[in-house]
């Protein structure tokens, strides 16, 4: 089966939403496929969470020796066949006169936030962005769900979002919506585009990016409409399985 694995095409998928539901655990059934679809193409992880998260979601410390790429904080950590090949510091990239100004202006915008509930860690640090949660990332599973609808009704994110280009419109910050309850923020060009770089380096002909997040403002938006990839849109982890048989395994059902 080796010899007939095509290495000049990878399928490149995000993670939340797209092979797993919002920050639960992979299923045996998507992972069993996956590996399936690997004896076939190359296969790939993007992700903005950092490392820790996504190997929580799926299924274990090992994920960046499942697969052939992983590239977590969208490449700012970046993987290759379980070896570490870059990683980048958005502290040391921006300077801490920036981060503290970021800072205070979001969690001063969150504390006028009323929500159906609030918790802790307001503002995360990862290797690559800052990640803003209005809500706080210790919310359970339920209030998370809660968030996500009220925030579905009042754009809370989307205003926040706006509040944060007025007042920042020269800082070289993009702003957007990730997963369900929470905004990235990064250096323009640390979308998830920046792990594309470390593809092309490996003559790769084909990407397929497979994404949930990919109209304008949605944090798999840049990549999915980059030339260098051709862009799948799925509504859930069964959405991208039927997508990828109907690709790869010419099965409808």
Not at 50 to 57: F, G, P
Not at 93 to 116: C, E, R, W, Y
């Amino acid at each position: 089966m080796a010899s007939q694995r095509d290495t000049s095409t990878l399928c490149l998928f995000d993670v939340d939403g797209t092979l797993t539901a919002p920050r639960q655990m992979i299923d045996a059934t998507t992972e069993d496929f996956l590996m399936k679809l690997k004896e076939r193409v190359l296969v790939g992880l993007v992700g903005g969470s950092d490392l820790v998260k996504i190997a929580e979601q799926m299924g274990g410390d090992d994920v960046h020796t499942k697969y052939d790429y992983v590239f977590a904080e969208n490449g700012l950590m970046a993987f290759k066949e379980g070896n570490l090949i870059a990683k980048q510091n958005i502290q040391k990239f921006i300077g801490d006169d920036t981060l503290q100004k970021l800072i205070n202006f979001a969690l001063g915008h969150m504390s006028k936030l009323v929500l159906p509930c609030k918790r802790g860690t307001f503002v995360e640090f990862r290797n690559g962005m800052i990640n803003l949660c209005p809500v706080g990332r210790s919310c359970s599973q339920e209030e998370r769900m809660q968030f996500a609808e009220y925030d579905k009704e009042h754009h809370t994110r989307e205003k926040f979002v706006e509040a944060l280009r007025k007042e920042f419109p020269d800082a070289g910050l993009e702003f957007a919506i990730g997963g369900q309850i929470s905004i990235d923020v990064y250096p323009k060009g640390w979308d998830k585009r920046f792990c594309l770089q470390f593809i092309e380096k490996d003559n790769i002909q084909t990407v397929h990016f497979f994404g949930d997040k990919t109209s304008e403002g949605g944090n798999d938006h840049e990549i999915y409409k980059d030339s260098r990839t051709i862009g799948h849109t799925v509504s859930s982890p069964q959405d991208t399985l039927q997508q990828l048989k109907n690709m790869f395994f010419n099965a409808k059902q």
